[in-house]
């Protein structure tokens, strides 16, 4: 899990220091629900497919990015009952709304650490700004996805 600490943590809250147990309510609401949603079934992962060295340098090959949910329906040694649930899940999902539901979280995460601190604004080098995201083209049109 360290491996992904910047794109699973970091990226989203921030550096801020969350220490008390509404933020850290509000955290594991988060995760539980809408950020492990959107991460597995809309956020595509390059993985490493091998490494080698050439003299000094590592040359590194990927396979084609995919989200968690792409690998699983592709793996031949997943039930078809697991899969079809997960179908289920997808097929439910709007990114958009999901996209909607974790930043009103992390807005809510904000403002408890603002209250927390008395302070009138959050530092915004700490904190994920809204404007990084970018879209990519996938099965189902258009999905919002961060950079």
């Known amino acids: 899990m360290e491996q992904k600490n910047w794109t699973h943590v970091r990226k989203k809250v ?10 850290q309510r509000i955290l594991n609401d988060l995760y539980r629900n809408e950020l492990k949603l959107f991460k597995n079934f ?15 340098i590592i040359k590194r090959k990927y396979d084609r990015p995919q989200t968690p ?7 031949d040694d997943i039930a078809n009952i697991a899969k ?8 439910s999902l709007n990114p958009a709304k999901l996209k909607r539901e974790i930043d ?9 650490y603002q209250k927390k601190n008395n302070s ?28």
Request: avoid cysteine.
């Open 69 to 75: 949910y792409q690998r699983v329906m592709e793996a």
């Open 84 to 91: 079809n649930t997960l179908r289920e899940i997808y097929l």
């Open 104 to 112: 009103a979280k992390l807005d809510k995460l904000y403002s408890t």
């Open 14 to 23: 921030g550096y801020l220091r969350y220490d008390t147990e509404e933020e």
């Open 120 to 147: 009138p604004k959050v530092d915004m080098n700490k904190k994920i700004h809204p404007s990084s995201v970018r879209f990519y083209i996938a099965e189902r049109g258009a999905v919002r996805l961060d950079s």
């Open 42 to 56: 809309f956020q595509p992962v390059m993985k490493l497919v091998s490494k080698e060295r050439v003299g000094g």
